[in-house]
């Protein structure tokens, strides 16, 4: 059934050449990662709601029906 002795599959170039391409593209998103993803140095208590930090903290909306009289 074997038909010839088994190859390293480092001895083929293509191998070698994707391994390496690989290896340096998961570096890169690692470090990507790293720059860009990690949390803060003071951990959760420096985190801060998104929409709080955008939009400002919620203001209270006068309704026009505050002090109406009833009929």
Do not use: Y
Request: aromatic share 10%; net charge positive.
């Amino acid at each position: 059934m074997n038909t010839g002795p088994s190859e390293n599959i480092w001895a083929s170039p293509l191998a070698r050449h994707l391994a390496i391409i690989l290896s340096v593209k998961v570096l890169l998103l690692v470090l990507l990662w790293w720059l860009f993803f990690r949390l803060p140095d003071g951990g959760a208590s420096a985190r801060v709601d998104v929409q709080t930090h955008i939009a400002g903290p919620a203001s209270q909306i006068p309704s026009q029906f505050t002090g109406a009289k009833r009929f």
